[in-house]
């Protein structure tokens, strides 16, 4: 005994099966597997018998499954023993289904029906007479479809499309048997929904449907007949649920087709719509299902063009989420996050908002809409090649789930160490998962279930909330199509002002049968929208054209545009915006990357910045190679800056700030290469200090770096040799930052040193003293009031900034004779530095209430008031304005008013560069130039605003600044 109990264990069993002594169970002669093996050697049949049943799910099961056929039929045994394909049918089933299993052991005989591979929905036809053969038919033919999904191994897919042909079959019976009860002939159409609609039912589900009459006529005999085929399913199989119909439970039961016309035009919400692409018709009048079907397809397919569409199936999939049980949602394969419900959602909405126009995306089938989605380039290849691997992992998990018991259930057991992990050990076996060295199946299974429902999320949320679905929505089914003559017409209203230029363009990028053609053709009605509110739209197609043609061989240029995030809408704006960001991105098509996600464009800290250019130049021993890769990283940062001008509007301070930051490395970055160039030694230092706008941290986009330029010999260094090494830096550094190339050049500007061009470009430490304690006049305190250590020698930096300190803020302020001196620079300033033809109401920088007004009215109060005002001792504009706001040298409205008038100029002038792509400083009165200004400054469809906005900031700042800086 203890011997044959023994070889049972290591064939799997942990239990004695049925009865303590199954005497005749194995083998045609009598086999005991109780007793020893020494005293009665198994025979061949058992042990093939034996060897099948280690195989399956759960060898306990099977054994006591098969010991129950052989009390009811004993010729079970020697059949499976001498047939392989039956052996292999019936005992995977019974070790994997216990309801099948009582099935057979419940009808003597009924295993027979494994013996051959027929179709299990030709067990379903029409000569069955009564409910009662149709229940044993139905149970027949899901018992064939296990045994070929579990013992032939059939794909997962065709085992959904036999499951889902069943079914079809059952409503067919059922309705020839419900219409023989009822009166009259009445045309009445089934039309499957859901999983039945989609071919892709499981072992145990509702079959939704929907029942369409022809007339009103019709309808009390076609209601008998439905709710008796829905009482005939439910006895036979599954329940057979109607509540997808209009107003669902509330609603008539049965509806005429013109009746669910009306529905569907007039109160259908967008759920409906998305549960109408699984409709398909199946039993009754299929005709007239099929009518149905045609007359609701324009109604479907244009439901995506609802403002609220793509929202209200995000709030679906929200609410399907949170009615899941706590306890149940990280184990829920179908609703949970990562399961069924993800993928089919995703795909379901792709298909709205993109099958108006493609029809090839009309399938009702999950897996075959979303290779349709690949094909046509919706869907990355990758990204979709991991959504069918998860679908079809899932499908498998939830049928193996249902077959045990043949329950409705979508949970996997948890791994709670009691009967549980039991559960999902039997999952994990009868998945195929047999255990590897130190895992055991169930770990293998969990593994795999859990990388794909942690990709399945990534692809859902990745795909689901795709912002380019909202703007393909919004574009009509008509405008989806890009064919001549409507595309032409389109152009026309769209504001394009060459259309016949345009379609060449469009042409060139979405003609062919290519995948990149394909993808084209799903942006560019979007782009052409987006391009059209610009204010040169031809200009911004060529300009995508351009691009599109230098990166479209490139793998992840159109991937980007189309799943990453707002990259797509982003790129038209700035295309059909900003020529200075046009220009940058078509010198570093690459920086395109940074528009996917708002993190992307934040400024860099300055620390950061200094690292990766000195990273970048140390790369290159040749001086200009060094430089070309310093002013690459530079090129790269004002791209960054410039998006984030245009997408997230930042204050003009934060872009001075981030602009600064980027001069700041350029020349950290630049001075190192110029000293190595100009061979200095190490104890020679050398220092950068920032002035003007630099200075401030106020850099604008077509700002120079203006600076001054000071030194300290070497140790031994006779002094015409340091004057001679310091200019040659000086010299490199400003030659290098401004030679032509590709990058945009930094001009280097020392105009603002002691006796300004006339004096020598770069001191020594000790000249700057000689000179300041004779020679300095009062522009050049006023200069000295932006200056800053900006790089070079930290110690000799600190040294000048205290050197400077009684000249910029001297002790007791100004004299009379000092600030008249100051008025009469400035008015000769506004006489003779303000271009010509300027308009002096609306030159940004120069113009009357403009930025130059209320820098020197501050800093007048700077010269005047900081040696007794702390708080007024700052390079920055608008901060010294609040200091002096705080001692009272300015009424708080006044202050607002030059702060707003500072402000706007600034942004003004920012944007005017963004715009024309070079530096400006006026402001136009009317034209696209100032419809791109608006549209950078939030101000979309109203350029005359902007207009007149900045004209009554800056005529009220400008009487401020005559009150307070020309007068006492």
Same mark, same amino acid.
């Given at each position: 005994?203890?011997?044959?109990?023994?070889?049972?264990?290591?064939?799997?069993?942990?239990?004695?099966?049925?009865?303590?002594?199954?005497?005749?169970?194995?083998?045609?002669?009598?086999?005991?597997?109780?007793?020893?093996?020494?005293?009665?050697?198994?025979?061949?049949?058992?042990?093939?018998?034996?060897?099948?049943?280690?195989?399956?799910?759960?060898?306990?099961?099977?054994?006591?499954?098969?010991?129950?056929?052989?009390?009811?039929?004993?010729?079970?045994?020697?059949?499976?023993?001498?047939?392989?394909?039956?052996?292999?049918?019936?005992?995977?089933?019974?070790?994997?289904? &216990?309801?099948?299993? $009582?099935?057979?052991?419940?009808?003597?005989?009924?295993?027979?029906?494994?013996?051959?591979?027929?179709?299990?929905?030709?067990?379903?036809?029409?000569?069955?007479? $009564?409910?009662?053969?149709?229940?044993?038919?139905?149970?027949?033919?899901?018992?064939?479809?296990?045994?070929?999904?579990?013992?032939?191994?059939?794909?997962?897919?065709?085992?959904?499309?036999?499951?889902?042909?069943?079914?079809?079959?059952?409503?067919?019976?059922?309705?020839?048997?419900?219409?023989?009860?009822?009166?009259?002939?009445?045309?009445?159409?089934?039309?499957?929904?859901?999983?039945?609609?989609?071919?892709?039912?499981?072992?145990?589900?509702?079959?939704?449907?929907?029942?369409?009459?022809?007339?009103?006529? *019709?309808?009390? +005999?076609?209601?008998?007949?439905?709710?008796?085929?829905?009482?005939?399913?439910?006895?036979?199989?599954?329940?057979?649920?109607?509540?997808?119909?209009?107003?669902?439970?509330?609603?008539?039961? /049965?509806?005429?087709?013109?009746?669910?016309?009306?529905?569907?035009?007039?109160?259908?919400?967008?759920?409906?719509?998305?549960?109408?692409?699984?409709?398909?018709?199946?039993?009754?009048?299929?005709?007239?299902?099929?009518?149905?079907?045609?007359?609701?397809?324009?109604?479907?397919?244009?439901? +995506?063009?609802?403002?609220?569409?793509?929202?209200?199936?995000?709030?679906?999939?929200?609410?399907?989420?949170?009615?899941?049980?706590?306890?149940?949602?990280?184990? &829920?394969?179908?609703?949970?996050?990562?399961?069924?419900?993800?993928?089919?959602?995703?795909?379901?909405?792709?298909?709205?908002?993109?099958?108006?126009?493609?029809?090839?995306?009309?399938?009702?089938?999950?897996?075959?809409?979303?290779?349709?989605?690949?094909?046509?380039?919706?869907?990355?290849?990758?990204?979709?090649?991991?959504?069918?691997?998860?679908?079809?992992?899932?499908?498998?998990?939830?049928?193996?789930?249902?077959?045990?018991?043949?329950?409705?259930?979508?949970?996997?057991?948890?791994?709670?160490?009691?009967?549980?992990?039991?559960?999902? /050990?039997?999952?994990?076996?009868?998945?195929?998962?047999?255990?590897?060295?130190?895992?055991?199946?169930?770990?293998?299974?969990?593994?795999?279930?859990?990388?794909?429902?942690?990709?399945?999320?990534?692809?859902?949320?990745?795909?689901?909330?795709?912002?380019?679905?909202?703007?393909?929505?919004?574009?009509?089914?008509?405008?989806?199509?890009?064919?001549?003559?409507?595309?032409?017409?389109?152009?026309?209203?769209?504001?394009?002002?060459?259309?016949?230029?345009?379609?060449?363009?469009?042409?060139?990028?979405?003609?062919?049968?290519?995948?990149?053609?394909?993808?084209?053709?799903?942006?560019?009605?979007?782009?052409?929208?987006?391009?059209?509110?610009?204010?040169?739209?031809?200009?911004?197609?060529?300009?995508?054209?351009?691009?599109?043609?230098?990166?479209? +061989?490139?793998?992840?240029?159109?991937?980007?545009?189309?799943?990453?995030?707002?990259?797509?809408?982003?790129?038209?704006?700035?295309?059909?915006?900003?020529?200075?960001?046009?220009?940058?991105?078509?010198?570093?098509?690459?920086?395109?990357?940074?528009?996917?996600? *708002?993190?992307?464009?934040?400024?860099?800290?300055?620390?950061?910045?200094?690292?990766?250019?000195?990273?970048?130049?140390?790369?290159?021993?040749?001086?200009?190679?060094?430089?070309?890769?310093?002013?690459?990283?530079?090129?790269?940062?004002?791209?960054?800056?410039?998006?984030?001008?245009?997408?997230?509007?930042?204050?003009?301070?934060?872009?001075?700030?981030?602009?600064?930051?980027?001069?700041?490395?350029?020349?950290? +970055?630049?001075?190192?290469?110029?000293?190595?160039?100009?061979?200095?030694?190490?104890?020679?230092?050398?220092?950068?200090?920032?002035?003007?706008?630099?200075?401030?941290?106020?850099?604008?986009?077509?700002?120079?770096?203006?600076?001054?330029? /000071?030194?300290?010999?070497?140790?031994?260094?006779?002094?015409?040799?340091?004057?001679?090494?310091?200019?040659?830096?000086?010299?490199?550094?400003?030659?290098?930052?401004?030679?032509?190339?590709?990058?945009?050049?930094?001009?280097?500007?020392?105009?603002?040193?002691?006796?300004?061009?006339?004096?020598?470009?770069?001191?020594?430490?000790?000249?700057?003293?000689?000179?300041?304690?004779?020679?300095?006049?009062?522009?050049?305190?006023?200069?000295?009031?932006?200056?800053?250590?900006?790089?070079?020698?930290?110690?000799?930096?600190?040294?000048?900034?205290?050197?400077?300190?009684?000249?910029?803020?001297?002790?007791?302020?100004?004299?009379?004779?000092?600030?008249?001196?100051?008025?009469?620079?400035?008015?000769?300033?506004?006489?003779?530095?303000?271009?010509?033809?300027?308009?002096?109401?609306?030159?940004?920088?120069?113009?009357?209430?403009?930025?130059?007004?209320?820098?020197?009215?501050?800093?007048?109060?700077?010269?005047?008031?900081?040696?007794?005002?702390?708080?007024?001792?700052?390079?920055?504009?608008?901060?010294?304005?609040?200091?002096?706001?705080?001692?009272?040298?300015?009424?708080?409205?006044?202050?607002?008013?030059?702060?707003?008038?500072?402000?706007?100029?600034?942004?003004?002038?920012?944007?005017?560069?963004?715009?024309?792509?070079?530096?400006?400083?006026?402001?136009?009165?009317?034209?696209?130039?100032?419809?791109?200004?608006?549209?950078?400054?939030?101000?979309?469809?109203?350029?005359?605003?902007?207009?007149?906005?900045?004209?009554?900031?800056?005529?009220?700042?400008?009487?401020?600044?005559?009150?307070?800086?020309?007068? $006492?």
């Amino acid at each position: 005994m203890a011997a044959g109990i023994g070889r049972l264990a290591r064939y799997g069993f942990t239990a004695v099966p049925g009865r303590p002594d199954p005497v005749g169970l194995l083998g045609p002669r009598g086999m005991n597997l109780w007793v020893a093996e020494e005293q009665r050697p198994y025979d061949e049949e058992a042990a093939l018998i034996l060897d099948q049943l280690r195989r399956v799910a759960d060898p306990n099961l099977a054994l006591r499954q098969l010991a129950r056929l052989h009390e009811r039929d004993p010729a079970v045994v020697e059949a499976v023993g001498a047939d392989h394909d039956l052996r292999d049918r019936l005992i995977t089933v019974l070790g994997a289904s &216990e309801a099948l299993g $009582d099935h057979l052991a419940a009808r003597p005989g009924e295993w027979r029906c494994l013996t051959d591979t027929m179709p299990a929905r030709y067990e379903v036809h029409a000569g069955i007479a $009564d409910v009662a053969a149709l229940r044993l038919a139905y149970r027949r033919g899901l018992l064939r479809v296990a045994a070929a999904d579990l013992a032939d191994h059939v794909d997962v897919e065709q085992t959904m499309a036999e499951l889902t042909a069943l079914a079809d079959a059952t409503l067919r019976v059922a309705y020839r048997l419900a219409s023989a009860r009822v009166a009259g002939n009445p045309r009445l159409a089934v039309i499957a929904m859901g999983k039945c609609g989609g071919t892709e039912l499981n072992y145990v589900s509702d079959v939704d449907v929907i029942f369409v009459a022809a007339e009103d006529e *019709d309808l009390p +005999a076609a209601t008998a007949i439905a709710t008796r085929l829905m009482e005939i399913c439910g006895q036979v199989a599954w329940p057979v649920d109607a509540a997808l119909r209009p107003e669902g439970g509330r609603g008539p039961l /049965v509806r005429t087709l013109a009746s669910h016309l009306a529905y569907y035009q007039r109160w259908a919400r967008t759920w409906e719509f998305q549960a109408l692409l699984k409709a398909r018709a199946v039993a009754g009048e299929v005709a007239l299902g099929r009518s149905w079907l045609v007359a609701l397809q324009p109604l479907i397919w244009h439901a +995506a063009e609802r403002p609220e569409a793509v929202e209200d199936v995000r709030k679906m999939r929200r609410r399907i989420v949170e009615q899941i049980p706590r306890s149940e949602i990280d184990r &829920e394969i179908k609703r949970g996050p990562g399961g069924l419900r993800d993928i089919e959602f995703a795909v379901q909405l792709l298909q709205l908002v993109h099958g108006r126009a493609d029809e090839t995306l009309r399938s009702p089938n999950t897996l075959t809409a979303l290779r349709a989605l690949v094909a046509g380039g919706y869907v990355g290849r990758h990204d979709g090649e991991a959504l069918v691997l998860a679908y079809r992992f899932l499908r498998e998990v939830e049928h193996r789930l249902q077959l045990q018991k043949l329950r409705r259930t979508h949970t996997v057991p948890a791994a709670d160490g009691g009967a549980g992990s039991a559960a999902l /050990v039997w999952l994990a076996q009868s998945m195929g998962y047999a255990g590897s060295g130190t895992r055991t199946a169930e770990e293998m299974f969990r593994a795999d279930w859990v990388a794909h429902a942690a990709e399945v999320r990534r692809l859902h949320a990745k795909l689901f909330f795709r912002p380019l679905l909202t703007a393909v929505a919004q574009v009509s089914a008509d405008h989806l199509a890009l064919r001549t003559a409507q595309a032409r017409e389109r152009l026309v209203v769209l504001g394009y002002a060459d259309p016949a230029g345009a379609l060449r363009h469009i042409e060139a990028l979405s003609g062919g049968v290519s995948r990149t053609a394909a993808i084209q053709r799903t942006l560019l009605p979007v782009l052409l929208e987006e391009l059209a509110d610009a204010p040169d739209p031809d200009a911004g197609l060529l300009a995508y054209r351009q691009v599109s043609e230098k990166l479209g +061989a490139t793998p992840w240029y159109l991937r980007l545009l189309r799943d990453e995030g707002p990259v797509a809408l982003r790129l038209a704006r700035l295309l059909g915006t900003s020529r200075y960001a046009v220009d940058l991105l078509a010198r570093d098509p690459e920086a395109l990357r940074l528009m996917a996600s *708002d993190g992307e464009l934040a400024p860099r800290e300055g620390r950061a910045l200094v690292e990766a250019m000195s990273s970048a130049a140390g790369r290159y021993r040749v001086p200009q190679e060094a430089i070309r890769a310093v002013r690459a990283v530079r090129r790269r940062e004002l791209f960054r800056t410039a998006c984030a001008d245009l997408f997230l509007r930042p204050t003009e301070l934060e872009t001075g700030q981030a602009l600064s930051d980027v001069t700041d490395a350029t020349l950290a +970055a630049a001075l190192e290469v110029a000293r190595a160039a100009a061979g200095a030694p190490e104890d020679f230092e050398f220092s950068i200090i920032g002035m003007g706008r630099l200075g401030g941290y106020e850099m604008s986009y077509p700002s120079d770096a203006d600076v001054l330029f /000071v030194y300290e010999p070497g140790s031994g260094m006779r002094d015409d040799e340091a004057q001679g090494t310091a200019l040659a830096v000086a010299e490199n550094l400003r030659t290098l930052l401004a030679a032509p190339a590709q990058d945009p050049p930094l001009g280097v500007d020392a105009d603002l040193r002691p006796e300004g061009r006339q004096g020598p470009l770069v001191r020594s430490f000790t000249a700057y003293q000689r000179y300041y304690a004779k020679w300095s006049a009062i522009w050049e305190a006023q200069a000295l009031l932006r200056a800053r250590p900006v790089a070079g020698s930290e110690a000799l930096a600190a040294r000048f900034i205290e050197l400077i300190e009684p000249i910029r803020y001297p002790e007791g302020g100004l004299t009379r004779e000092q600030v008249v001196e100051i008025r009469r620079i400035k008015a000769r300033v506004e006489n003779e530095r303000l271009p010509r033809a300027a308009d002096p109401l609306t030159h940004t920088k120069l113009g009357r209430g403009g930025i130059a007004d209320v820098e020197w009215t501050v800093q007048l109060w700077q010269l005047r008031h900081a040696y007794e005002l702390e708080k007024l001792k700052t390079t920055r504009t608008l901060t010294a304005l609040a200091a002096a706001t705080e001692a009272g040298l300015a009424s708080a409205a006044d202050a607002e008013i030059l702060r707003t008038a500072w402000s706007f100029a600034a942004r003004v002038r920012n944007a005017l560069t963004l715009v024309r792509g070079r530096a400006a400083d006026q402001l136009p009165r009317h034209g696209p130039e100032l419809e791109g200004i608006a549209q950078i400054l939030g101000q979309d469809g109203e350029p005359t605003l902007v207009l007149e906005e900045y004209l009554r900031a800056t005529r009220r700042a400008r009487a401020v600044v005559e009150r307070l800086f020309f007068t $006492d």
